[in-house]
């Protein structure tokens, strides 16, 4: 098992390595294998990525991500980050952006809305932490599935045997209508991740609670 001295070298690496992660003001604490970042970004994008590069090292259990945004003076005011939130939506999703609404407040946007896969939702938030000026992200759209769940445990355990990257012996999965749980152990956190789109990726799922947790 890695050191938390280990697992904090091996974080501040990745960081410094991703290009799209701005490390100079990040702090990185590591207790249990959980790893806490705190500093200041120039934006929000830089944020989520500094969090997706922490998954990605070995031995992290989980991740608490208190990074604040601290963007340049002279930014963009609340209603032209909401007008170009629209703007954004409307190249990333076009069939579906009409049901998508974006309130912006202090810069920071809440995604309010329904629709009936959870990669539009993922797409939808991702749109928006590219934006010049935004400091958080509240993603509140509802999953509505046009089809009705049918064999969705079944479907999820089959996916999961065809990765490689992750270990279906040690999960379990529970299905309720469109309500999916998914439990038990996997070996990395980039693995719990991985694990989670899965799920979400079958037809009928409105809902995914990821207990699984990360072995150190």
């Not at 190249?91 to 810069?107: A, F, H, K, S, Y």
Request: proline share 5%.
């Amino acid at each position: 098992m890695k050191s938390d001295n280990d697992i904090k070298r091996d974080v501040e690496a990745e960081l410094r390595w991703s290009p799209d992660v701005h490390d100079t003001d990040i702090a990185v604490k590591v207790t249990g294998g959980e790893v806490s970042l705190t500093g200041f970004v120039p934006n929000y994008l830089d944020k989520y990525g500094a969090a997706a590069a922490v998954g990605r090292v070995k031995g992290v259990a989980a991740v608490a991500n208190d990074l604040q945004v601290k963007p340049f003076l002279g930014g963009p005011t609340d209603p032209e980050i909401a007008r170009a939130a629209i703007t954004e939506l409307k190249l990333e999703l076009p069939l579906t952006c009409e049901d998508i609404r974006p309130i912006v407040n202090q810069g920071h946007v809440t995604l309010e809305g329904t629709v009936e896969w959870h990669y539009q939702r993922e797409r939808a938030e991702s749109a928006m932490r590219r934006l010049s000026g935004v400091l958080g992200v509240s993603n509140s759209i509802r999953i509505k599935p046009a089809v009705a769940p049918e064999n969705i445990k079944r479907r999820i355990e089959d996916a999961f045997k065809r990765l490689a990257h992750v270990d279906a012996d040690h999960i379990t999965v529970n299905a309720h209508g469109s309500d999916v749980t998914l439990r038990g152990e996997v070996r990395s956190w980039a693995e719990r991740d991985e694990a989670l789109q899965t799920a979400w990726a079958a037809p009928g799922v409105a809902n995914v609670k990821n207990e699984l947790t990360v072995r150190i």
